[in-house]
């Protein structure tokens, strides 16, 4: 069974760090497209990071530049958010998806399996 599980959310200060690890089993994690996405309260769900299985390349949503990056590693089937001089519009749901698609836009409609989130508050 297709299963992605989060952790590693809760309060950071602007200018700390954070990572976030994605779990996943029942699929091969290098041969599947995955995905950061987030939340906050009164808005849509957005895509922060995703990476291509197909030639490894990645997209990021512009508020997140030179600021996260993601990792897969399939030794331990977890693929990882690495959140570097968060902000408070960074505090959100996160939740890491899978896709099987041909390419996926980096957006919510073209994931099919999600984890249950964690949260994320930058905050001092």
């Known amino acids: 069974q297709v299963q992605l599980v989060e952790s590693g959310g809760g309060l950071v200060q602007p200018g700390g760090s954070l990572t976030l690890s994605c779990q996943v089993s029942?699929?091969?994690?290098?041969?599947?497209?995955i995905g950061w996405f987030r939340q906050a309260p009164g808005k849509e769900r957005e895509g922060v990071l995703c990476?291509?299985?197909?030639?490894?390349?990645?997209w990021n949503v512009c508020s997140v530049k030179d600021r996260f990056s993601m990792q897969r590693n399939k030794y331990n089937h977890t693929a990882y958010l690495h959140m570097n001089w968060p902000i408070p519009d960074d505090t959100a749901v996160y939740y890491c998806?899978?896709?099987?698609?041909?390419?996926?836009?980096?957006?919510?409609?073209?994931?099919?399996?999600w984890g249950q989130g964690t949260q994320v508050t930058v905050s001092s």
């Open positions: 998806a899978a896709s099987w698609g041909i390419h996926p836009e980096c957006a919510a409609h073209a994931y099919s399996s």
């Open positions: 029942g699929f091969r994690l290098d041969y599947t497209h």
């Open positions: 990476l291509s299985a197909i030639d490894g390349s990645s």
